[in-house]
């Protein structure tokens, strides 16, 4: 017997920052100011920063839900963080954005 869950799959979004030069100090405090905050919003399920041996920066969240993700990429500290980016990379952020597939431990089904 086959079961299908009607509840939304939940999404995540990862992808690489690359510092300007002189930079990934503040890019650093940046990210990780973003951390807690973003762990203790509704429907966060994973956020990780993990800094690469080459300097980037790899950022890795999982959402329960579309809403969820939107809800806290629509917080103030997000957007303020959002507009203050782009100073401090060296190029576009490389992101990719998806459902996860996989079963997540923090999801009742």
Request: charged share 25%.
């Amino acid at each position: 017997m086959t079961t299908t869950s009607t509840a939304p799959a939940p999404v995540s979004l990862y992808g690489f920052l690359t510092p300007k030069t002189g930079h990934a100090d503040e890019l650093r405090r940046l990210l990780m100011d973003l951390v807690e905050p973003s762990r203790g919003h509704e429907g966060s399920l994973e956020y990780h920063l993990h800094e690469q041996e080459d300097g980037r920066f790899f950022l890795y969240e999982v959402w329960r839900s579309q809403e969820d993700l939107d809800r806290h990429n629509a917080t103030p500290p997000l957007r303020a963080f959002m507009d203050e980016l782009p100073e401090h990379l060296e190029g576009a952020p490389e992101a990719y954005f998806g459902a996860m597939r996989s079963s997540h431990p923090a999801v009742v089904a």
